[in-house]
């Protein structure tokens, strides 16, 4: 899709129509309590709307509503084929709607319109295809059972699930999550973050007009006390995924225990390191990859690449080289399609990453913050204790590590509580074998920042995830329950003579 103009983007925000209900067995809603709360431009601070704020009551009408669609087979029990075909039909529509989508997503997070367009909204409906196509396309199975048995093995949807959602990928988390849930045959009640909801229940009421029965897909606005607690200890949701901070995600294991021992599955926080060997080839190609890794999306994300593990004999041409790189991660106007760098979320978090630059005594690059925005950063820390080198900084603040050796470099990788994503850089392949494997984390790339893409499984190692992985055909596992269904074959007559 070819970008518009920043003055033609600015013209499609000033005229969207904005959701503002719950969405909650097919229609908007307002909170049963009457209460709203107030969603701003992070960019301009300028007021977006007023959206219900949900409590307790609305998460047990949402819970309700969605137990009834399971349970009377709406769409748990519709034909796999069919359930695809609504999937596919959502896509199409989001594909017919993808500029309000992005216009949207930007306005609401702070995220630039050119990821938006290129990369957030077109991964999203690509998320979604791929989980709608695997619907009718994953087998169960026959065990090796003997001749007088037939052991069957079948996959059935976990039932009502509870989707916790960050803020710094609005749409592309929520599809991670509803891809593979809805395939399987759940019903879903999610909870947005309060700082990004808009997406969510446009989406929503896109996949009512696709063709989802009420009920199966609800949306609750609100905060993490009032809505993610009660959903984290609703005694009738079978299973909970959450995407968000290390701290918050705990929370929800103690949810489950203190409730009906629901299952969880996380995907927390991350401090992933990015290794670059004496013999990384194409040092221009390297830092391009470093300095997209730390600053996309402004650093918030929880896979970006925040460590620079960097060999002593090529740390400053590398730096020399980011530097060239990051100058061109320009901050402005996320509406402007020509701007790298939008704002951060919220007053907030800006202040919270003004925090951690408020403790950087070597600034190499940027380091300027102003009015929710920061410029991208690269700080020198010595050694991996400071705490720029060990605490989650979630803004473009990347902190360099110098280190003499392979070894030296593997250790301090793993010296963190994380284990979420790693790269490493070098000519070596033995090197880059041995490196992989020994980095204690769930995805690690060779020569590239990335993530893999929606084939591969991702989610973390240590306090990094809990439970299972998003993404793949993995990510349908963790929303489907295994049962055995065994057949006895032998004959009546024969266990007489027996």
């Given amino acids: 899709m070819e970008l518009l103009t920043q003055d033609e983007y600015q013209s499609i925000a000033a005229g969207l129509t904005l959701p503002t209900g719950a969405f909650i067995d097919g229609a908007f809603r307002p909170a049963i309590s009457g209460n709203t709360f107030t969603t701003l431009n992070p960019a301009t601070g300028e007021t977006l709307t007023d959206i219900a704020a949900c409590g307790a009551a609305d998460v047990d009408f949402a819970v309700e509503k969605a137990r009834e669609a399971f349970d009377d087979g709406r769409w748990s029990k519709m034909h796999p084929s069919e359930r695809k075909d609504v999937l596919i039909r959502l896509c199409k529509l989001m594909t017919r709607n993808a500029r309000e989508l992005a216009v949207m997503e930007s306005i609401d997070s702070g995220k630039t319109i050119y990821d938006c367009e290129t990369v957030d909204v077109p991964e999203t409906i690509h998320c979604l295809k791929w989980h709608a196509e695997a619907i009718d396309k994953i087998y169960d199975q026959v065990s090796p059972a003997s001749d007088d048995h037939i052991a069957m093995v079948v996959r059935e949807p976990i039932g009502v699930v509870g989707l916790v959602l960050p803020w710094n990928f609005p749409l592309l988390m929520l599809a991670w999550k509803i891809g593979p849930a809805l395939a399987a045959g759940c019903s879903v009640v999610v909870k947005p973050a309060a700082e990004t ?17 009420r009920g199966v897909l609800n949306v609750v606005p609100g905060g993490g006390a009032d809505v993610g607690e009660p959903i984290g200890r609703h005694m009738d949701i079978d299973m909970v995924s959450f995407t968000g901070s290390t701290v918050t995600g705990k929370r929800f294991l103690t949810y489950s225990a203190e409730s009906n021992a629901k299952e969880v599955v996380l995907e927390m926080g991350g401090k992933n390191p990015a290794i670059v060997m004496d013999d990384a080839e194409n040092l221009d190609r390297v830092a391009a990859h470093v300095v997209n890794g730390a600053f996309w999306n402004m650093g918030e994300n929880c896979s970006a690449s925040s460590r620079l593990i960097v060999h002593k004999d090529v740390k400053a041409e590398l730096l020399k080289r980011v530097a060239h790189h990051a100058k061109q991660w320009n901050i402005g106007d996320p509406l402007n399609p020509e701007t790298r760098m939008g704002a951060l979320v919220s007053e907030s978090h800006f202040k919270k990453v003004c925090g951690y630059l408020d403790q950087a005594e ?3 690059i940027g380091g ?5 925005f920061v410029e991208a950063t690269v700080v020198e820390v010595q050694g991996n204790d400071a705490t720029l080198a060990r605490e989650e900084i979630f803004g473009p603040v990347l902190s360099v ?7 030296e470099a593997i250790k301090i990788a793993n010296e963190t509580e994380y284990g979420l994503c790693a790269s490493i850089f070098t000519a070596n392949a033995k090197r880059a074998i041995r490196g992989a494997r020994a980095i204690r984390a769930g995805t690690v790339t060779v020569n590239s920042f990335g993530e893999g893409d929606i084939t591969t499984p991702f989610g973390g190692y240590k306090q990094s995830g809990f439970g299972g992985r998003d993404n793949s055909v993995h990510a349908h596992d963790q929303y489907t329950q295994l049962k055995t269904i065994w057949i006895d074959l032998t004959d009546d007559a024969d266990e007489a003579v027996d």
């Fill in 362 to 364: 070597n600034v190499l």
């Fill in 401 to 407: 590590i110098e280190v003499s050796g392979f070894d």
């Fill in 197 to 213: 909801t808009i997406t969510a229940l446009r989406l929503a009421e896109l996949a009512m007009e696709a063709g989802l029965p």
């Fill in 368 to 372: 300027k913050a102003e009015k929710g």
